[in-house]
């Protein structure tokens, strides 16, 4: 069964970068397509972005088009969300999730703890 682990959160100041991973320890991650969500204190999860499992890319969140970046290492096993340029409006619970199905699709079965990230002066 796919279990799925985030990790790479922090707090980082306006501007600065941060790289978050999914990883799994239970199924390789190159035939599935990985979404990334984020939920901030009092509000309702939001979607990101997904890649598919031929590098495919759909922006959910426009707002972070140009800033972030999904990216797949299937050597190691890793789908990475690169953040540049944070906003503390993007501080929030970061997860990735997982689905057979497309990005179109969103329908994610498989979801890691999630990680934080802070985005603070």
């Known amino acids: 069964q796919l279990q799925l682990a985030e990790s790479g959160g922090g707090l980082v100041q306006p501007g600065e970068t941060l790289r978050l991973s999914c990883t799994s320890s239970?199924?390789?991650?190159?035939?599935?397509?990985i979404g990334w969500f984020r939920q901030a204190p009092g509000k309702e999860r939001e979607a990101v972005l997904c890649i598919n499992m031929h590098n495919y890319i759909e922006y959910y969140n426009f707002f972070v088009k140009g800033r972030f970046t999904p990216a797949r290492d299937n050597a190691k096993n890793t789908v990475y969300l690169q953040m540049n340029s944070l906003k503390p409006e993007d501080s929030a619970v970061y997860s990735c999730a997982a689905t057979k199905g497309s990005c179109i699709a969103r329908d994610f079965s498989t979801w890691g703890q999630g990680t934080q990230v802070t985005v603070s002066s």
């Open positions: 239970t199924s390789t991650l190159d035939q599935w397509t």
